[in-house]
């Protein structure tokens, strides 16, 4: 194995700046990933010449699931490539910060209307933050570069729920970058996370359950769910029969008016299939320590509704 490729320099100052190589002398099929990299070289004020830039793109093997009794496993090849960057470098008498960038993003639903307060986010990065009142996104210090920006309800934006990107945008260095994005259901990747189903007909509820103090979240609890009547035009709760059956995922219980969800590790709980204009009732224990039970009515159009319990000690 060896590598090949241009050497980049600046030589008015007698700088290196790039190397651009790949790998040569790999099996045919791994060439198909491109194997190599790139480097970039920086040289600062104070003398020193910092790495602050780089990519490397490697075959990953992957052999066939499925095992033919006359021949080999077929190998196959795909590219991993990862990288990194280097934002600020300290010394006693010097520090350097990379030139970065900013993002503005005016979010938009299927109407054009403003989707203030809305929770979007830089796909698989800590850049994060919620619209203002005309529905854009402020973001400062971005590092330039490639992004798909994601955005979610407002009500879920703690849940850590993925989704389907809104836009992909290149931000540019030493300056703002800005973009328009329509977010066709700010909803819709909730409903793709928790209800697998979706929410044909019905109302699911998505929520958190937290400890006594309020903040630390709790994994592992058992929240039930229990159906206690409908409403009426007009009217409050008056039965405490219910016709419909209340489903929870990732299975249901057809013959029941209860179900029971345990928390995640993130202290999530879901029930996804909730009937549409009834009363329900939900309550958590974990350990000794329990909730008092929360009545909530759901309306008769499809909806996600949040709801958190919060334990206290007996």
């Given amino acids: 194995m060896d590598i090949e490729g241009p050497l980049w320099a ?9 190397i651009e190589f790949k790998y040569v002398g790999l099996d ?32 990953i093997a992957r052999r066939d699931t499925v095992e033919h009794p006359f021949l080999h496993l077929e190998v196959r090849y ?24 900013a993002l503005e993003a005016v979010l938009r639903d299927d109407s054009g209307a403003p989707l203030a307060g809305a929770f979007a986010k830089l796909d698989n990065t800590d850049y994060a933050g919620h619209a203002d009142a005309s529905g854009t996104l402020h973001l400062l210090d971005v590092l330039p570069g490639p992004y798909a920006l994601s ?3 407002s009500a879920f934006a703690d849940l850590h729920v993925g989704g389907e990107p809104a836009a992909h945008v290149e931000v540019a260095e030493d300056g703002v970058t800005r973009v328009h994005a329509t977010v066709a259901s700010p909803l819709a990747s909730v409903v793709s996370e ?6 044909t007909g019905t109302t699911s509820s998505v929520g958190r359950l937290y400890g006594d103090d309020s903040t630390s979240v709790v994994s592992g609890g058992v929240v039930s769910a229990r159906v206690i009547g409908h409403l009426m035009p007009g009217k409050q709760s008056q039965s405490r029969q219910a016709d419909s059956a209340l489903a929870h995922a990732p299975g249901s219980v057809p013959d029941t008016l209860a179900a029971t969800s345990t928390t995640n590790d993130d202290g999530v709980f879901v029930f996804c299939g909730l009937p549409p204009g009834a009363v329900y009732s939900i309550s958590a224990t974990s350990g000794e320590d329990r909730t008092a039970p929360l009545e909530t009515p759901t309306p008769k159009t499809r909806q996600l509704i949040r709801r958190n319990l919060y334990l206290v000690k007996p």
């Fill in 151 to 153: 955005a979610v309800d």
């Fill in 10 to 18: 600046d030589t008015a100052r007698r700088e290196l700046r790039d």
């Fill in 194 to 199: 928790f209800c697998t189903k979706g929410l």
């Fill in 78 to 101: 795909r590219p991993q490539e990862t990288g990194g960057r280097v934002v600020s470098a300290k010394w006693p008498d010097y520090t350097w910060s990379a030139p970065m960038g």
């Fill in 28 to 59: 045919s099929k791994m060439n198909r990933a491109s194997p190599g990299g790139h480097i970039e070289f920086r040289a600062l004020p104070n003398g020193v010449v910092l790495v602050d830039d780089w990519t490397l793109r490697l075959p």
